[in-house]
């Protein structure tokens, strides 16, 4: 059964930093796409950032590059985003998501349950 | 970026009746060389994650109620829930993966009338 648990949420000032974690179990992590997406309270959904199998290709929504960055290992089936310089329109509910990745597909069809990031 | 748009933003249906919501893309979604449309619709109740219903447009996810169904092609696509249950009360989004970033639409929230 697949499990995905967010970790890492909390309440930060603006400018500081917060890393998010994401832990996988239930299939073989090195085999999917993993990307984080992001729903500010009371709003819609919002993509954040891709991370490809292997790790060699990364891609950001333009509001946080060069701030977030994505990352994952794959020997530990673990997915980070390290958020740096955190903004007040950065407040949203952090889900991890999967990507079948085959056929180029990123949709996703597995997500963890979110984790809370404050930024106030 | 690809902009897309759902149309209504909120629709009441009564119970057993037929649901239809709308999503346009700015572009095409359709990837020829796979003759695939890559658009997903997901749902999403309060307080849980986001769901995987449809994606290639068409293809229901395994374990979906076939009473939902997704179709169109190119720009315009349509997600339709037949015999609406009160289960089915929740934000619908679709969302583009032809490209990043992977944009989203603004939801629909349908309700029961």
């Known amino acids: 059964q697949v499990h995905l648990v967010e970790s890492g949420g909390g309440v930060v000032q603006p400018g500081k930093s917060l890393r998010l974690s994401c832990a996988a179990s239930?299939?073989?992590?090195?085999?999917?796409?993993f990307h984080w997406v992001r729903q500010a309270p009371g709003k819609g959904l919002e993509w954040v950032a891709l991370?490809?199998?292997?790790?060699?290709?990364?891609y950001y929504i333009d509001s946080v590059k060069g701030r977030f960055t994505i990352s994952r290992d794959n020997s530990k089936s673990t997915l980070s985003l390290q958020m740096n310089s955190l903004r007040t329109g950065d407040t949203a509910v952090y889900f991890c998501?999967?990507?079948?990745?085959?056929?180029?597909?990123?949709?996703?069809?597995?997500w963890g349950q979110g984790t809370l990031v404050t930024v106030s | 970026d690809i902009v897309m748009t759902q149309s209504p933003d909120s629709l009441a249906v009564s119970l057993g009746d037929r649901a239809t919501i709308n999503c346009k893309s700015s572009?095409?979604?359709?990837?020829?060389?796979?003759?695939?449309?890559?658009l997903a619709w997901y749902q999403q109740k309060p307080g849980q994650p986001p769901k995987l219903l449809i994606y290639?447009?068409?293809t229901r996810e395994s374990g979906v109620p076939d009473r939902f169904s997704g179709s169109g092609s190119g720009t315009n696509f349509t997600l339709t829930i037949t015999s609406l249950q009160a289960e089915d009360v929740a934000f619908y989004y679709c969302?583009?993966?032809?490209?990043?970033?992977?944009?989203f639409g603004q939801g629909t929230k349908l309700e029961i009338k």
């Open positions: 998501a999967r990507a079948p990745q085959r056929m180029g597909a990123q949709y996703f069809d597995s």
């Open positions: 239930g299939f073989t992590f090195s085999n999917y796409a």
């Open positions: 991370i490809s199998s292997d790790g060699s290709n990364k």
């Open positions: 572009q095409s979604l359709l990837y020829t060389s796979y003759n695939k449309n890559y």
């Open positions: 290639w447009a068409s």
């Open positions: 969302q583009q993966y032809y490209t990043n970033p992977y944009i």
